[in-house]
């Protein structure tokens, strides 16, 4: 077991993620050891972290951690892993960094990446370059159950990963309609690897993960299931996926939580209308009425919103190799964007959504992708197009 | 039978509304008795309206239709008369005339007053001062009826007037859920008042006719229902609305139309989200995720829409007479309009629109109304606040 990995597990337990302190260190480029020394002597530098992790500091369980994770048939996988999710994770959380969302205020302080994640199954790598979030309430209808089932049925086998949360009602279809079509599904849990909620879905993991699917975490083993760590897993949910869409959800589900996250990741949120007169689509219809989510009917909705933002498609693929200049290499959604920046001086992204036709959050993100492309220059608040020669 | 009225019934008979020519003769001043005239002699001024009168302008059948209309309880309505829905009318083609509406291309040569509405039934004073149109497909669901029965029962007791257009299906569920409550309802007809269409709803009519109700159409006795009068009637039922909700519509179903007209004419479009595995909900969700309707799943939704516009509504007429400035009148819909421009300056409608989270024609509507209060000033395709002293 290397030093590095121990001071990991080190970190893991004494510091509950999300951690915006440790965050901190991270990116300021401390690594695990040095952090994990700095924890045990209570060193000055901590800053906010040295409260964080005063009662904690002195655990010392990383190999107890890590056994228990191996007698699951799980590990620790850390930022220093090459099947690590730092692309996903990079984009989501470099979204949040921005602040540019205008969803993020009430999930400020827990939007950072996780600082480790306690996976069982085959290595994470690839695993999320094209994954969905479907997510809905534990008491779904025949409606919901049958949606949930023709969504997935028409994205698993499009080389599509299915992320849920493991509960009961619309995250069981999802994972167990994946499974049936052979395709490959994620459960985010909200407790350590050797805990399993809920415990009827015993079996259903298990059969995920000898599927190349996977169970991953942020909390290390023993952590028990409880509220805050279902908001917090939620938010996993959103960030490893490029959208994610909820398909029946009451008022107050906390699906809604997962749908409010991929708002503030800048992910694309999505759901599904249905009868008004069921409790059941409540939610969904008041994120659609305050076009907080995109509405979607069907697996083809979500692919077009999904695909357009760049993500792997062998017809993309085939048309940017052929494409003459950087224009016509843009998705459909990219060109909207661009079409909608003024062809003299800036506008400002509100402006730009607008006549764009796009919701401001997925607008933001597409300009940030044309930014990193060089074909934008943003000035304070507003964007113009950069000479293109 | 004063000649005025002999005029306008022959104006009637010669030229099918809604003609665009005869409608600029009107506005430039000329009144019935002289276009009447001009026409017959195929006077020089009459520019567009000559050759779109060649064929019939020597028919003489004044007294023959309104003898044909009196023969059915009907009689002819026209812009000299006190009950002439003259409010409604100059709303919401006024609105078309602003060039305003982002939708209205399509429409641009039908979005004209009509010359003339014969009616069955009492007089139409007061009838659309508080009217919504209910539409939708004939072929409905049973989901779709109990829907549409559970908003009319929603509207009608609160003196809202139910407008359809008498067809089968939604419509006809309208219809009698608003008489079943005692409700006042109104039939947009694509045909003449002599002519019944469809022939199975001759008793429902004359229920309606008898309640307060009425039958109304632009189109003189003996004129059958064709295609194209069936777009021209969907432009009445949406401009006599407030705001016009389709409670089911497949992909190609003439409901959506009448919702493309609530557009063009400054009125708010809604739909009604249903199943997706439902084809009778597929042109409803096409419009909402195109933005281009409020989702809407209860008759408090829409009134919470319509009711904000400043129509008759004993709570804010209370606010009114009390209030002790201008902004404390304003609805919530034209404070959000109002709070969203700058403090100094301009901005464009679109701007204000995102600022103000609301779709860009309601924004519009909502501008020029807080115009028309003195309370903002145009320039160009800018507005700005006025000086409130």
Known sequence: MSVTRQAWAYLNRVVEGPSRALQAHLQAGR?????????????????????????????QRSEEDLAAAALVGGRLVTP????????????????????LSEHLRTYQSDAVAPHGLWVRGPALTGAFAQAVGVVGTRATSAYGRKVTADLVRGLAPAQWTILSGGALGVDAVAHETALSVGGRTVVVAAC?????????????????????????????????????????RNRLVAALSAGTVVIEAGWRSGALNTLSWAEALGRIPMAVPGPVTSAASSGCHARLREHRAQLVTSADDIRALLEALGSVDAESQYELAFAP???????????????????????????????????????????LD????????????????????
Chains 1, 2 share one sequence.
């Open 31 to 59: 690594d695990a050891e040095e952090l994990a020394r700095g924890i045990r002597a209570r060193a000055s530098w901590l800053g906010p972290l040295g409260p964080e992790t005063e009662a904690r500091h002195a655990w």
């Open 325 to 367: 200049d950087q224009i016509q290499q843009l998705s459909r959604n990219e060109l909207r964007v661009y079409d909608a920046l003024p062809l003299r001086g800036g506008a400002d992204a509100d402006r730009i959504a607008t006549a764009a036709g796009l919701p401001l959050p997925l607008t933001i993100h597409l300009l």
């Open 192 to 232: 350590g690897l050797d805990q399993t909620y809920p415990k009827t879905h015993r079996d259903l993991f298990a059969r995920i993960v000898d599927s190349d699917g996977a169970v991953i975490t942020e909390y290390p083993p023993g952590t028990t299931p409880q509220r805050h760590r279902f908001l917090t």
């Open 370 to 389: 044309l930014e990193r492309r060089g074909m934008l220059i943003r000035e304070g608040n507003d964007w113009r197009r950069a000479g293109l020669g």
């Open 80 to 99: 220093d892993d090459a099947e690590w999710p730092a692309d996903a994770l990079d984009h989501a959380f470099g979204f949040a960094a921005t602040g």
